[in-house]
T-cell receptor
Framework: LAKTTQPISMDSYEGQEVNITCSHN???????ITWYQQFPSQGPRFIIQ???TKVTNEVASLFIPADRKSSTLSLPRVSLSDTAVYYC?????????????FGKGTHLIIQP | SAVISQKPSRDICQRGTSLTIQCQVD?????MFWYRQQPGQSLTLIAT?????????ESGFVIDKFPISRPNLTFSTLTVSNMSPEDSSIYLC??????????FGSGTRLTVV
């Protein structure tokens, strides 16, 4: 599994766009990039997954450059409820034969 | 995606005792995963539970300390045995939840005193 590096913490304000970048220099050809969100006292929740270019869903966008050595999770117009820890994971998807390897994550704090 | 019910949600236990955590899924799944999240830390995979066979443990975790049962395709238990204060953590179960992505239970917050 490719190792990931992301900022330990970030601060922003309500209504702003927040971009969290994750580095994964050793990403393999078969690896996907997946982001999870974890609120206090809850298990992680799947946010978005991508392989290359850009993926967008109702929650976030994921930007992946051509070399795939990094990725950026973009949260549009954040609110206080987006305060959480965000994890970037890299690995093969599907199958469900392997558990996940979590890095330290980014603790995002949104202020009024 | 799958819905997971995990019990208990929290417990305070005496050192030297054991606690069994239950994980019930609303659909049949092949693999179930157990994680530990120590205070202020990220999640660490403890073991993978496959129905009908012994669980597979990650480095640093052993069956005597964390025995796992997987009696059917919707249920699993994790026991934390002979507990010490260092076992105080959140324990979570997880399954493959849908097209991609894993679904997690809400966790069991264990405090050992």
């Amino acid at each position: 599994l490719a190792k990931t590096t992301q900022p330990i913490s970030m601060d922003s304000y309500e209504g702003q766009e927040v971009n969290i970048t994750c580095s994964h220099n050793n990403i393999a050809t078969n690896d996907y990039i997946t982001w999870y969100q974890q609120f206090p006292s809850q298990g992680p929740r799947f946010i978005i997954q991508g392989y290359k270019t850009k993926v967008t869903n109702e929650v976030a966008s994921l930007f992946i450059p051509a070399d795939r050595k990094s990725s950026t999770l973009s949260l549009p117009r954040v609110s206080l409820s987006d305060t959480a820890v965000y994890y970037c994971l890299v690995g093969e998807t599907g199958g469900g034969a392997d558990g996940l390897t979590f890095g330290k994550g980014t603790h995002l704090i949104i202020q009024p | 995606s799958a819905v997971i019910s995990q019990k208990p949600s929290r417990d305070i236990c005496q050192r030297g005792t054991s606690l069994t955590i239950q994980c019930q899924v609303d659909s049949q799944v092949t693999m179930m995963f157990w994680y530990r999240q120590q205070p202020g830390q990220s999640l660490t995979l403890i073991a993978t539970a496959n129905q009908g066979s012994e669980a597979t443990y990650e480095s640093g975790f052993v069956i005597d300390k964390f025995p796992i049962s997987r009696p059917n395709l919707t249920f699993s238990t994790l026991t934390v045995s002979n507990m010490s204060p260092e076992d105080s953590s959140i324990y979570l179960c997880s399954v493959v939840g849908g097209s991609y992505g894993y679904t997690f239970g809400s966790g069991t917050r264990l405090t050992v005193v």
